[in-house]
């Protein structure tokens, strides 16, 4: 049990371990959960502390600290981080932390705590910043002394980050609604983006995500991020990565590399696909399995048409539906009859004009283009006769 007063405290060492000293009373008090008013008083008039140092200049071997309205001189330690004087007892860090401490302890309200103690030290000597920080560390039952605020400046916040997304996916029942791996700006070099490899291999288990989102450019982090993902939730996947970024370090998709992709189980069992020119490097079979893709093209002309036929009249085609969109303007004449679609004029649907095609080989189903030319786009749906 603590006294509900100090009326005495000796030590080989200067003001700062006297400090330290009522630190250690405040931790015994904490956890004893009793707290006197008394305490911080004692440490502000000390008439009867006394201060016992062997590395004296002066060649004194001890002195007495003054109380806040009998100013004296003390004799400095070679050691002493300040000036001993009772001015410099009271503007020294430790001893300002230490009576925010005291407030908190005593669940004295945030203003009113502000207000006092600026009474006491004077504004000039305690930002109500430096202030806040200190108050909210401490009610949060951060009792250490040490500003981490300064701390932090020489810390990786890279691999902070990853230990902290490292906690979150280590749950074993989570699964995300979204993933998305990307990167702040275009020419972030590949080198940076590995630790995401790093992250996820640390995990012991692959990642559950309904949907996932990868910004990364490349074919290296795009396949790699999708092994490992738990391919019995993955329903949709979005790809910036059949672009090629100016940033080094990035190699170009090739053949080998879009087998690997769609080889991999991720892919296949995903039903929704979102991407960018996709038809740079892959073939349109490679997307039959999906039921539904958004994907944008440079352009929307003959040659893309057949493409975009071609995936839903394959065989086993699962696709239902498809909207393209056109980086640059449409031309209409890509509608004539001489490319199979038929301008429907009873069949309106708002801001878009809809066109049949029949599908070569296929009798019990047809495509529906509908095209929105405020917007150079179309949606192709595949429908039941």
């Known amino acids: 049990m ?27 008090i904490v956890f004893g959960k009793k707290f006197s008013q008394k305490f911080m008083d004692a440490v502000l008039d000390a008439k009867n502390l006394k201060i016992m140092s062997n590395h004296l200049s002066s060649g004194m071997n001890n002195a007495s600290v003054p109380s806040r309205n009998s100013p004296a001189e003390l004799s400095t330690p070679q050691h002493a981080p300040f000036t001993t004087t009772p001015d410099a007892f009271l503007s020294h860090p430790m001893t300002i932390r230490s ?54 400046k020489s810390v990786d916040y890279q691999r902070i980050a990853c230990d902290q ?8 029942k989570l699964c995300l609604s979204q993933l998305c791996i990307g990167y ?11 630790c995401f490899e790093s992250l996820f291999n640390s995990i012991g288990r692959r990642i559950m995500a309904q949907m996932v989102k990868i910004e990364v450019c490349g074919p290296a982090i795009t396949i790699s991020m999708l092994s490992m993902l738990d391919p019995r939730t993955l329903k949709s996947i979005e790809l910036k990565s059949f672009e090629h970024p100016d940033a080094a370090g990035y190699e170009n998709w090739s053949k080998e590399k879009i087998n690997q992709l769609t080889s991999l189980v991720q892919w296949k069992h995903a039903s929704k696909l979102i991407a960018k020119e996709p038809f740079d490097f892959c073939e349109p079979s490679h997307f039959t399995h999906f039921k539904e893709i958004d994907i944008i093209i440079d352009f929307i002309n003959r040659e893309s048409l057949i493409k975009l036929k071609s995936m839903f009249s394959h065989p086993r085609s699962s696709l239902n539906r498809c909207l393209v969109k056109a980086e640059f303007e449409l031309n209409r004449s890509v509608f004539s009859n001489g490319n199979g679609l038929i301008l429907q004029h009873d069949v309106t649907l708002a801001g878009a004009l809809t066109y049949y095609c029949a599908l070569p080989g296929i009798y019990n189903f047809y495509l529906a283009f509908h095209y929105y030319p405020d917007k150079d786009a179309i949606t192709i749906r595949k429908l039941r006769r």
Request: overall charge negative; some cysteine; proline content about 3%.
């Open 184 to 194: 702040e700006c275009e020419n972030t070099p590949f080198s940076t983006l590995k």
């Open 165 to 172: 997304l490292k906690y979150v996916l280590m749950k074993p």
């Open 99 to 152: 009576f925010i401490l005291h407030d908190v302890l005593l669940e004295k309200p945030i203003k009113k705590s502000f207000f006092e103690l600026s009474e006491i030290f004077g504004n000039e000597k305690m930002s109500y910043s430096d202030f806040k920080y200190w108050y909210n560390k401490f009610s949060c039952g951060s009792f250490g002394m040490e500003d981490e605020r300064r701390i932090i």
């Open 2 to 28: 603590v006294n509900d007063s100090v009326t005495c405290v000796s030590t080989n060492d200067s003001i700062c371990d006297y400090v330290e000293i009522l630190l250690a009373l405040s931790g015994m």
